[in-house]
Each structure stands twice: as structure tokens, then as C-alpha cells.
């Protein structure tokens, strides 16, 4: 008899676990089927109105981020899934940054005895000028103009235009275009870029700005100018005000400035803006015999600006799990919703920079993930750990809002099991398509942090959307340095293991061209099915990942916090 007993107990136990392990199976299965709402259909919807032109790019405080964030908190409220901010949905910040009132230039000649003033021209929001500040020039410049060709060595050709000696602390006249190949001649290494040559004049050398002659003419420079103006008052060096210790930390204090044909032809010493292009040609003829020299003329330049406060605003829903041991927990699920707003026009005209991929793509796959996992909720069908929805603002302008959340947490850093971060996740990579294979992802972080975290969205992938999860970038040696490029780095660096889905860089970067219509929306559909049904592996895991890399935990160690 007691053998007996023994053998139904057995059996019993046995049963049990198997049942368990079926009903388990079951309740994943089921939460994983809400994935099917997560359609392109949806993603489309919400994107057509983060990517619309009446928000004008969502640049940081402007009011286009304060309607962007707008519509997220009515999708919520429309869901029912739970505020979590400080306020409501929101959770404040303030930044500080410099807003430029006007740039002044006067141009003085040095043709007579005494100084004469030459021109006189103010760059601001009312007007234009004969100058264009592209970047820099946060402080007053004073210098004489010299002229410096091209701006560049190239000793294995035999081209020397510039003299350390004689530009430093000058406003140093150079053409745009350099002259890489005349004729089917290589007259400049093509590897010398325009980026080394404006780093050898304003860092190595110390010029106190260069002036750039372009092909434009003027009808096409005033139009240049025309819309620079209007941009001129734009917000610059944003910095988050509780981290900001000085009264300034100033932007660059030298200038990239482009001038209209007219003040080029006066530096030049022609009669016309219509003879540029001949002294161009017969540079290049000279290209190899050509010497820096300077010109009759000095620049006085001041910018008047100031610091000014900005408000900016996370948003923050929240989904509560239902495990008593497990609920205090979270699950992070971020998309950053800024983007950078209103520039310079491209080709077509278009001066709105939509940001459609970067990133309205992650911020839409958050609402659908949310609507998807509170149906699951209503429903009866809740994760063991809670998820917090957190879109930032202010990435674009370094990390700033997801520093700010990392720094004033809602819910502890410590109950913090993983982040997802996703950021570009709608198109794919010239690579990719010259390949004919965009059925991919990249991963960042995951197995160079956490191998435990790795295996769960393995998993999830497998089992749903089986994707090619690729690896190229996930590499704390890769140049690129994507592992701490987004939001998620600010979670990482406080030893939160991440994952960053992420498609590539792509043509319409940071530039108009990041539209709608080029969004390839089942991609981006499968995508964020993987990422739900990995924050349902993650959130129901009885374990929890750990940071298990060295070297990632010896670089996290070696960065500032």
C-alpha cells in the first residue's frame, strides 16, 4: 500500500507540473496573439500625424514637440492605459540655451590710409545679410581677411594653400567646391572632405572664421538668406538646467560663414560677382603655384544673444503587472518623439524635417505595443511585471530628456529590469537594399551586456516574427559608437541591461527627404511585434537579466555618471 501511494503522489506531482507548464504556455501564447493588432495599417495612422508638416519637425520647445506630445497623451487617455509622469503624462524639464536676437558684420576697407567701412550688414529675424552663419560665432571676431584658395594641403600634389602662421587669428576666404577631379586629373586626394578642411582652419590653425565663396548666384544666395533669417532665433546649445553650472557654456566661438557673390567679388578685387567663376578657373590652372595672400579688408563681427529657458516634456504611461513579486518591477519600453525641426532647404524647397523614421517610426510602434498589451489587460490578460512607455524629448539635442528621466526616475532605477529603445526602425540601409535583403534588424546591447537579455528576445523572435537579427553594429569597439548614441545609453550607463533596435542610416538622415511615404510600414509592423512579444518574455521571466559583460561594466564604470 505504501508503495502505491507513493506512485500517486507521483503521478500526481507530475501531472501537475505538466499542467502548469501547459496553462504557463497558454497564457504566453494568448498574450502573444494581441500582437496582431499591431498592423501597418495602425503605425500608419499614428505616424501621418507625428510626420505631418503642421508640426514642423518636432524641434525641441517648440510647438510643434508640445503638439506631438499632445497627441500621445490622448492616445493614452483614449486606451486607458495609466499616466506616470510627474504631471499627468507629463514630466517636466527645463533646459537652458543661447537664442541669437541678430549677428551683426561690419566690413571694413583698408584701401586708403584710414579704415572705411565697406558694408554693413545685420543677419536676423527681420533681415538679411551678406553673410550667412552656418555654424559657430558665438562670440564678437575681429580679423583681417585673407584669401587661402581652397583651403587645403595635398603635399603628394603639390598643393599648398594654407599658412599657419599667416591665418591664424584671421577670417581666412576659401571656395566651397574643392577641385578633386579636372579633366580626368586628380588635382586633390578625394579623401580630403570638407569636414577635415573647416577642422584644419578653425582647430588646427585657429582661423577666427572662414568664408566660404559658393557656386550660387544671387538670386539663389538671397533666397539662402531669406530662409536663414526666419531660422536665426532658433534655440542653440540647449542643456538641461540642473546639470548647468556656468552662466554660458557658448556654442563654438569661431565661424563657418558663407557671403553672398557681391562680398566675394569685393574681397577678390573684381568688378562683378559675374566674373568669379573665370579667377575660379584659372585657380585651378595655378592650383599647385598658388599662395595664401591677404586681401584690403577686416571684419568686425558680433552676435547679440542670450540665454534663455526652454521647457520640454517627457510623457509617461504605465501598465501595472499583476505578480505581487514581480509588479513593482519594470519593463521599459522608450522611443525618443523630437526631432530637428525646420532647416535649410533641400533640392525640392522643403526646409520641414518630418522626421517620419527618425523617430516618429519608434514613437508610433510604442502606441500600437500599448494598445496591444492594454487590450491584453482589459481582457484579463496582464504580465507579471509592470511596463512603463516612456517617450523623451530633447535626443537630438544630446540625451537631454532621457538623462533628465535616468536622473529623476519614476519608478527606481533598481526595479528597472531592461530597457528597449526604439529608434529608427521604419526603413532600411542602402547596404541592405543593395543586398535585396531588408527583412532585418540590428540589435545593440543585448549579448554585449546581457547574455540572459539576448536569449530572451532571441526567443521572441523565433517564435514570432523570425526576422534576421543582425549584429553588424553591436560592438563596444565599432566606430560608430552606436551602443551609446540613443536614449538607452543614459539607462545602460546606470547598469540597466538594453536592447536598441535599430534599422541604419539612410539618405534622408536628419534632412526633409525623412517622409511618410517612405516608410516601408510591414517592416516596421514586424518589428514592433518583436519587440512586444520580447517585453512579454523579459516581463514574465522568473529570473531577471543580468549585466554579465566585463568590458561592458569596465566601460560603464569609466564613464562619467
Not at 215 to 241: C, G, K, Y
Not at 346 to 362: C, L, M, P, Q, V
Not at 498 to 517: N, Q, R, S
Amino acid at each position: 500500500m505504501r508503495k502505491l501511494s507513493v506512485v500517486l503522489l507521483l503521478s500526481v506531482f507530475v501531472y501537475s507540473c505538466v499542467s502548469t507548464e501547459r496553462l504557463q504556455e497558454k497564457r504566453y501564447q494568448d498574450l502573444v496573439s494581441y500582437s496582431d493588432t499591431i498592423t501597418p495599417e495602425l503605425l500608419r495612422t499614428h505616424l501621418e500625424v507625428i510626420a505631418h508638416d503642421s508640426l514642423e519637425g518636432r524641434d525641441t520647445g517648440s510647438e510643434g514637440e508640445r503638439l506631438a506630445a499632445q497627441y500621445l497623451i490622448d492616445q493614452y487617455e483614449r486606451l486607458g492605459v495609466a499616466p506616470k509622469g510627474t504631471e499627468g503624462y507629463r514630466q517636466p524639464f527645463m533646459l537652458n540655451a543661447e537664442r541669437v536676437d541678430s549677428l551683426v558684420y561690419r566690413t571694413y576697407s583698408h584701401h586708403n590710409d584710414e579704415p572705411e567701412l565697406a558694408n554693413h550688414s545685420t543677419e536676423s529675424k527681420t533681415g538679411t545679410s551678406e553673410y550667412i552663419r552656418l555654424f559657430g560665432g558665438s562670440e564678437p571676431l575681429k580679423g583681417d581677411v585673407i584669401f587661402g584658395g581652397f583651403g587645403v594641403d595635398d603635399p603628394s600634389r603639390d598643393v599648398q594653400h594654407l599658412d599657419e602662421v599667416a591665418m591664424r587669428d584671421k577670417w581666412v576666404l576659401i571656395f566651397d567646391d574643392i577641385p578633386y577631379v579636372v579633366d580626368g586629373d586628380t588635382l586633390i586626394n578625394p579623401e580630403i572632405s570638407n569636414n577635415q578642411r573647416v577642422a584644419n582652419l578653425l582647430s588646427r590653425i585657429e582661423a577666427k572664421g572662414v568664408l566660404v565663396i559658393s557656386d550660387m548666384n544671387s538670386e539663389e544666395f538671397d533666397e539662402l538668406a531669406l530662409a536663414n533669417s526666419e531660422m536665426i532665433v532658433q534655440p542653440q546649445n540647449m542643456r538641461l538646467q540642473y546639470m548647468d553650472d556656468s552662466e554660458s557654456q557658448g556654442d563654438f566661438p569661431r565661424a563657418y560663414t558663407l557671403i553672398s557673390p557681391e562680398m566675394a567679388a569685393k574681397f577678390l578685387d573684381l568688378n562683378s560677382a559675374d566674373e568669379i567663376h573665370e579667377y575660379r578657373e584659372n585657380l585651378i590652372s595655378t592650383i599647385t603655384t598658388f599662395e595664401p595672400h591677404s586681401t584690403d579688408y577686416f571684419i568686425d563681427y558680433t552676435p547679440y544673444a542670450g540665454t534663455v529657458e526652454i521647457e520640454s516634456n517627457n510623457v509617461l504611461a504605465f501598465i501595472e503587472g499583476e505578480n505581487p513579486d514581480l509588479k513593482d518591477e519594470v519593463v521599459v519600453l522608450m522611443a525618443h518623439y523630437d526631432h530637428i525641426g525646420i532647416s535649410q532647404p533641400d533640392e525640392t524647397g522643403n526646409r520641414i524635417n518630418n522626421g517620419a523614421d527618425d523617430n516618429g517610426s519608434g514613437t508610433v510602434a510604442l502606441l500600437a505595443m500599448a494598445e496591444a498589451l492594454q487590450k491584453a489587460a482589459d481582457n484579463g490578460r496582464k504580465l507579471d511585471r509592470s511596463v512603463l512607455f516612456l517617450h523623451v524629448s530633447a535626443e537630438e539635442k544630446g540625451l537631454l530628456g532621457s538623462r533628465y528621466y535616468s536622473d529623476h526616475p519614476v519608478i527606481p532605477i533598481d526595479q528597472t529590469v531592461t530597457a528597449f529603445n526604439a529608434d529608427m526602425i521604419g526603413r532600411s540601409d542602402p547596404e541592405n537594399i543593395e543586398k535585396g535583403d531588408t527583412d532585418y534588424v540590428y540589435l545593440i546591447g543585448g549579448e554585449i551586456i546581457s547574455s540572459e537579455l539576448d536569449s530572451l528576445v532571441q526567443a521572441a523572435n523565433s517564435e514570432t516574427v523570425n526576422m534576421r537579427l543582425d549584429r553588424k553594429y553591436n560592438d563596444l569597439t565599432d566606430a560608430n559608437q552606436f551602443y551609446r548614441r540613443s536614449d538607452h545609453w543614459n539607462f545602460g550607463r546606470l547598469d540597466v541591461p538594453f536592447v536598441f533596435f535599430f534599422t541604419g542610416v539612410h539618405e534622408d538622415y536628419h534632412a526633409p527627404g525623412d517622409e511618410v511615404h517612405k516608410i516601408d510600414f510591414d517592416k516596421l509592423s514586424r518589428i514592433s511585434r518583436l519587440i512586444y512579444t520580447s517585453t512579454i518574455q523579459v516581463a514574465n521571466y522568473d529570473g531577471r537579466p543580468e549585466v554579465d559583460n566585463e568590458e561592458f561594466i569596465r566601460i560603464t564604470q569609466d564613464q562619467p555618471r
